[in-house]
């Protein structure tokens, strides 16, 4: 599936890691600071914020463990090239959306269904409450759990949970911190670029 919600044919449907799967990392410099990319076979599976060598480190070893393979830095990949493309383009304003194969291998259930659908429905510049997608998902009344599916995004960013805040206004919880949240909204068009 592409950030879109377009089923590809990497496209994974379980929601089990394979033994040996290889899994391809690599750290990329943002405007938003640094982002650890991974990469399966299968296609994208996570994009982790504020990516110093001590959440590096963490992330790649959570990785390891959930997909039960040692992922591999290798930021000259083919598994990477394209999603490091992508958001490269997108911080300079040159893409809107991503059209990338996922690998949903690291979540399921009601999370994989909200998130889907926030990938192929909530559109770049635009913005969703958390009841609003707790009802496209036929759950209305779930924005709580809405809210705990976005905490557990594997793929920030280009899944854009930074798309999804409050219905009175206020801007909700972000995992990547609220300030980077105010930056992809801003860059999306949604809020003012900051003063400073």
């Known amino acids: 599936m592409n950030a879109n919600g377009q089923e590809t044919a990497g496209d994974s449907a379980s929601g089990d890691g394979a033994a040996g799967v290889t899994v391809a990392w690599a750290v990329v410099s943002t405007d938003i600071g640094p982002l650890l990319l ?4 299968d296609g994208l599976v996570n994009v982790v914020f504020h990516a110093t060598p001590a959440v590096r480190d963490r992330a790649v070893e959570r990785l390891g463990s959930r997909l039960g393979t040692e992922p591999a830095e290798d930021p000259g990949s083919p598994l990477l090239a394209e999603p490091i493309r992508q958001l490269k383009a997108y911080f300079a304003g040159e893409r ?25 429905g909530v559109p770049f510049g635009s913005v969703v409450g958390y009841g609003d997608l707790a009802g496209r998902v036929g759950q209305p009344g779930a924005a709580q759990a809405v ?12 899944v854009p949970c930074h798309r999804v805040v409050e219905s009175d206004g206020g801007i909700g919880g972000f995992g990547g911190g609220l300030e980077t949240k105010r930056q992809l909204l801003a860059l999306e068009g949604v809020l003012p670029q900051p003063l400073f």
Not at 38 to 41: F, G, M, N, R, V
Not at 149 to 156: D, E, S, Y
């Open 38 to 41: 991974a990469a399966t076979d």
């Open 147 to 158: 809210g705990m599916a976005m905490g557990a995004n594997p793929l920030p960013v280009v």
């Open 96 to 120: 809107r959306d991503f059209d990338l194969p996922l690998d949903w291998s690291l979540i399921s259930g009601f999370n994989r269904q909200v998130l889907r659908e926030l990938a192929a």
